[in-house]
């Protein structure tokens, strides 16, 4: 059982930077791919980014590639988002999920484990 909490969300404006940080409960945090996800109100959840277990591969959605950066520590079994150049469209609840493999890691699907979200509200 893997728990997540994120933490880090709050209101920011258009061009400001944000981190956001999830934490894992656990002593196999390096075995897990992690991902992040959001979701605008009345919208699917949609992948942002993913890394893979020691950190080596990521992975970025065409909307936020250049502008939001995912890294991990395993020693403090933490994944970050490191948010840049925010815009009124990045506004919604970011989640991180936990996964075992490296496969169609954009989906939903697959992923074990997810944190309860936190949210990202940025004003124009």
């Known amino acids: 059982q893997v728990q997540l909490v994120e933490s880090g969300g709050g209101l920011v404006q258009a061009g400001d930077s944000l981190t956001l940080s999830c934490a894992a409960s656990g002593r196999t945090f390096n075995s897990y791919v992690m991902g992040w996800f959001r979701q605008a109100p009345g919208k699917e959840r949609e992948f942002v980014a993913v890394?893979?277990?020691?950190?080596?591969?990521?992975f970025y959605a065409d909307s936020v590639k250049g502008r939001f950066t995912i890294s991990r520590d395993n020693a403090k079994n933490t994944v970050y988002l490191q948010m840049n150049s925010l815009k009124p469209e990045d506004t919604a609840v970011y989640y991180c999920a936990a996964r075992k493999d490296y496969v169609a890691v954009t989906s939903t699907g697959g992923y074990e484990y997810w944190g309860q979200g936190t949210q990202v509200t940025v004003s124009s």
């Open positions: 890394i893979s277990w020691s950190g080596g591969s990521t």
